[in-house]
């Protein structure tokens, strides 16, 4: 047989059931027809966004400089509100670019995801009260609107589902998370159910962060490995590189345990569908790694990767596609047994990257409107 050709292996992705989304946005592509070509030939079907990558999309090149300049200084607009207008065309222009994979899978697909701002994290009301009007601002299906996977995010995303509103619930590190999100899409289900509402059109997605969770491990263990010498070195060394994929197929296994039974089952009836785990933070951090292995061993059916762009051409061009997320779920505890064995609490890990990962979008939202601030008044 053949070998596959360079842009099959996308397709031959999708085919195996997981739906490539692009985490990448930006005005150029959205109208130079690159964006367009990538949902033809690439099968790409969704895209995500995020203030880090809205901070680098404005301050490259000139795509927003006519906008700003239109609306100017004299508008009264603070920069958090001039953000939210620039950003909300963008998005509403990406959910049209997609809306035709959207129509085509009856709202299996399709998707772009806005964020709100980092600032409402740790409150449920503020967090319900901002998707709501981003929801409402850009207006249209095949939105999703991201929520941060806290305490109080898993609260407000029991009552967005509840009132319609597709929700990427972002910042997953720990299988418990998962599963506290998981239970509130279930019941914001069944919240509308009883409520006598349609659930057959509402979508969500578990964003769970993958690379990021071995590039903290890996630091802890060259630490306790610079402690030791000779064997127990190198077995402490030797599970470097390995958490993230075992923490991300526990969570698989936990998806498909919940979306089983008689309480989905009642649900899935209505034509509701899973909430998909999306595998998020994907590209390979470490140059001593493959550079798409986060993509080649997390394969499987009613799954989601967000790539940013490197990676996935680097997949077009290299890329191995099997069936893998739940290849050896008895090897992902053990490994993890393992880790614990010599010191490494995969809890302690994932609690200070969701602090970490908040406050890293946090403060590039800041960045992010001061540069705005700036270019705006600069345009004027």
């Known amino acids: 047989m053949a070998p596959p050709t360079t842009a099959s292996r996308l397709q031959q992705l999708h085919d195996a059931g997981q739906s490539l989304w692009l985490d990448f946005i930006d005005r150029t592509i959205l109208r130079n027809g690159d964006l367009a070509r990538r949902i033809r030939d690439d099968a790409l079907t969704g895209m995500t966004s995020n203030p880090t990558i809205f901070e680098k999309a404005l301050a490259e090149g000139t795509a927003y400089d006519a906008q700003l300049a239109a609306v100017g200084t004299e508008s009264g607009l603070t920069p958090q509100a001039l953000f939210e207008l620039v950003e909300t065309d963008d998005v509403r222009a990406a959910?049209?670019?997609?809306?035709?994979v959207y129509d085509a899978t009856r709202g299996a697909d399709g998707y772009v995801s806005i964020e709100v701002s980092p600032g409402v994290a740790s409150d449920a009301t503020r967090t319900v009260?901002?998707?709501?009007?981003?929801?409402?601002?850009?207006d249209r299906p095949n939105v999703m609107i991201k929520v941060p996977g806290t305490t109080e995010g898993a609260r407000a995303v029991r009552e967005l589902i509840a009132a319609g509103i597709n929700v990427n619930i972002t910042l997953l590190f720990a299988v418990e998370a998962h599963a506290r999100v998981i239970e509130a899409y279930l019941a914001g289900l069944e919240e509308r159910v009883r409520a006598g509402l349609a659930v057959d059109r509402l979508a969500s997605v578990a964003s769970?962060?993958?690379?990021?969770?071995?590039?903290?491990i890996d630091k802890r263990l060259d630490g306790l490995a610079a402690q030791h010498t000779d064997a127990?070195?190198?077995?402490?060394?030797?599970?470097k590189g390995k958490a993230a994929i075992a923490n991300a197929r526990l969570a698989y296994r936990l998806f498909r345990q919940q979306f089983d039974g008689p309480r989905w089952t009642a649900l899935a009836a209505r034509g509701q569908r899973v909430q998909r785990p999306l595998w998020a933070s994907t590209s390979t951090k470490n140059p001593a790694y493959r550079d798409v292995m986060y993509v080649e061993q997390l394969i499987g059916p009613d799954t989601v990767n967000t790539l940013p762009p490197a990676t996935l051409e680097a997949f077009r061009d290299h890329g191995v596609v099997a069936r893998t997320i739940d290849a050896d779920v008895a090897g992902a505890e053990s490994m993890l047994r393992d880790l614990a064995a010599v010191g490494v609490s995969l809890d302690a890990v994932t609690d200070q990257l969701l602090v970490e990962g908040i406050a890293s979008f946090r403060k590039s939202f800041e960045s992010l409107l001061a540069g705005l601030d700036r270019k705006a008044h600069a345009l004027a």
């Open 95 to 100: 959910c049209d670019a997609f809306r035709a």
């Open 129 to 138: 009260d901002e998707a709501r009007r981003l929801w409402a601002t850009v």
């Open 208 to 216: 769970f962060f993958v690379s990021r969770v071995d590039t903290e």
């Open 232 to 239: 127990e070195r190198a077995r402490i060394l030797a599970l």
